[in-house]
């Protein structure tokens, strides 16, 4: 093949991945719904979120999108935070529903990175809630409910892959459609990876090479496991970038955050965007969505 021919390949290449990964343009930010719904505790503790729906009849896929430990809602004002809206966005306008499920506001917490002693769990209330958004959704006529997609940041991607974990007790009995999929973004894999892990999820894992919060290697050692154990799941790492690298706007900077299974309590991290992990991300996450769900 000639040289010239090589490259009208790769710009070709590069165009239909622009294509894939690049969603219709809004004109204006589609608006959410605030809605009430059950976790699948058995106290069916109430729960609240925000609905994005797309233009249209449907009925839709559908994306859980499950927040970290700093919560979904801005401090002293309540709005969705930037990250949140962001990936929100993104996803109706590729024409997905989706749901931003809140653990936290309902329970009495705005936020609980800074609290040792975490009240709210990735691996004991937040797969129930994971559920009961799953639930609320397939209930929906505008849902399909063979269709759905869970999503996870930090604390919510640890809920996300200790939801879909082989075996979890906060899975529903008769659940006639689990998650079709499963994305985590910089979870914390410690305590997972020595569990022999294994899911039958399609997962996909998104890291930061440079994540010094919840560092990469512990989630590609629960990869190598659990890809052994017959699960079929993947992780990209991103050269250079720090936790909370796909935020569209958050400059790099130093945090404080508690936890008790910290030696000391607490540690400082970086957190801050990387516009070029971000980017490619977003290319991966468009990849793994139009492959398991079929668009």
Known sequence: MSPVATVNLIAAASLLAFALTTPPALAKSPKSEKILFASANPE???LSGHLYRPKGDGPFTA???LHGCGGMLTPKKGYLKKREKFWANWLVAREHLVLLADSFNPRGFRSICKLEKRPVQPYRERPFDAYGALTYLQARDDVRPDQIVLMGWSNGAMTALWTIRA????RPDGLAHDFRA???FYPGC???YKSDYVTWVPTL???GGSDDWTRPKPCLKLVKQAVRNGSSITADVHDGA???FDHPSSKVRTVTTRNSVYKSG???VHVGSNHAARDAALRNVAVFLDTHLGQ
């Open 242 to 244: 720090y936790h909370g």
């Open 205 to 207: 894992l998104q890291l």
């Open 167 to 170: 075996g979890a007790q906060q």
């Open 44 to 46: 069916k503790t109430e």
């Open 182 to 184: 499963a994305i985590a």
């Open 190 to 192: 410690v305590k997972l």
């Open 266 to 268: 607490e540690k400082q």
């Open 63 to 65: 994306i859980v999108m």
